[in-house]
């Protein structure tokens, strides 16, 4: 089985401070994304990676940013953080291979809920 | 453009009823559809996709049929359980829009003994 392993379950930070979520995966899966989880707004896309070092901004990227050093891991980080970014945060990857990409599903990680104060 | 439309929630059934989640999308392409269910306090785990149309995904009793002439993909289940309290994301992966998802915005559904 894919295993998406985020480094933290709960993070609590202050404003202003610079913020790494950590997220690793073992299938050598090629792309991987970083999303956040609203009550009623559902999954939106920050950022994605189709390759290491490799990025594409998403839905909503701003006060974001991304590092892809190695294929397996892939950080967001928060540059300054601010309040409206405390949320669920969920990493996840995607293998490219195959037949059909688009038949491959993505494999997310257990999520991380960080809260700014 | 490419989006996943759900029915709203949240959804509260007793144990054994019949459960029906609406699914209905829009593509450019020829996607590939996939439920998800999240369980409290974790990620989303894939829980059935179909990659063409009249294809029938199940798993774990869940099933959702890919309808291409009414560009739908409900999810259904015969017989509801408690542990089947969750919500579930309907998502679609387009090639012509390279490696992204779209997902609907959930239902959350609870399962009272």
């Known amino acids: 089985d894919v295993k998406v392993t985020q480094s933290s379950r709960y993070l609590v930070k202050r404003t202003g401070e610079k913020v790494f979520l950590e997220c690793v995966q073992d299938?050598?899966?090629?792309?991987m994304f970083w999303y956040r989880q609203d009550p009623g707004l559902g999954l939106r896309l920050i950022y994605f990676?189709?390759?290491?070092?490799?990025?594409e901004k998403g839905d909503i990227p701003e006060g974001y940013s991304v590092s892809r050093e190695k294929k397996e891991r892939f950080s967001l980080i928060l540059e300054s953080a601010s309040t409206n970014q405390t949320s669920m945060y969920l990493c996840?990857?995607?293998?490219?291979?195959?037949?059909?990409?688009?038949?491959?599903?993505?494999?997310f990680g257990d999520g991380t809920r960080l809260s700014i104060l | 453009g490419n989006s996943v439309t759900q029915m709203e929630g949240p959804v509260t059934l007793s144990e054994e009823a019949f459960l029906t989640i609406n699914c209905t999308y829009t593509?450019?392409?020829?996607?590939?559809l996939f439920w998800y269910v999240q369980y409290p306090g974790e990620g989303l785990q894939l829980l059935l996709k179909?990659?063409?149309?009249?294809d029938k995904g199940s798993n774990k009793g869940f099933e959702a049929t890919y309808r291409k002439e009414t560009t739908s993909f409900h999810l259904e289940k015969g017989s509801v359980q408690v542990s089947d309290s969750a919500v579930y994301f309907c998502?679609?992966?387009?090639?012509?829009?390279?490696?992204?998802?779209?997902f609907g915005t959930g239902t959350s559904l609870t399962v009272i003994p």
């Open positions: 996840a990857s995607r293998s490219d291979r195959g037949r059909s990409v688009s038949n491959q599903p993505q494999h």
């Open positions: 299938m050598d899966h090629e792309n």
């Open positions: 990676s189709y390759d290491v070092k490799m990025k």
């Open positions: 593509a450019t392409g020829y996607p590939s």
């Open positions: 179909a990659t063409k149309a009249d």
């Open positions: 998502a679609l992966s387009d090639l012509n829009t390279g490696n992204q998802f779209y």
